[in-house]
């Protein structure tokens, strides 16, 4: 009983060696989309370390500038009893300013009437 090579078993061989080899293949890329997923990730980790390193610089910077306002608004706060006039006193104030006038216009008056009749 000789054993006979037919054209099945050639095509059943090249159709496992071809199987191998694609699978050889698959195995190699899914291994190098593992390598290069590492890697991105990796990456994303770095970006993210920086980002947050950066947001924490920024809110830093902006608290101290929020605090520098709030100190110049307490420094304004406490000169604006003594600095800013409110109207009401300044309407007070005024008014006494036109009546001391007023004072002196009719002391100007008098004197004024003193001379005129000393002249005449």
């Not at 496992?16 to 698959?26: E, K, W």
């Not at 304004?76 to 600095?83: M, S, Y």
């Not at 009437?113 to 000393?118: D, I, L, T």
Request: a negative charge; one cysteine or more.
């Amino acid at each position: 009983m000789d054993y006979v090579v037919t054209f099945s078993d050639v095509m059943a061989w090249v159709v496992a060696c071809a199987i191998g080899v694609l699978g050889f293949f698959i195995k190699s890329w899914f291994n190098g989309l593992k390598k290069d997923m590492d890697s991105i990730r990796g990456q994303i980790a770095e970006n993210d370390r920086k980002v947050n390193l950066r947001v924490e610089k920024l809110e830093d910077r902006t608290n101290a500038e929020i605090e520098n306002i709030k100190n110049n608004l307490g420094e304004i706060r406490g000169e604006f009893a003594t600095v800013f006039v409110q109207r009401e006193d300044f309407f007070r104030s005024m008014n006494g300013v036109e009546d001391a006038i007023r004072v002196m216009d009719g002391k100007v008056d008098r004197i004024l009437m003193n001379s005129s009749e000393r002249k005449g």
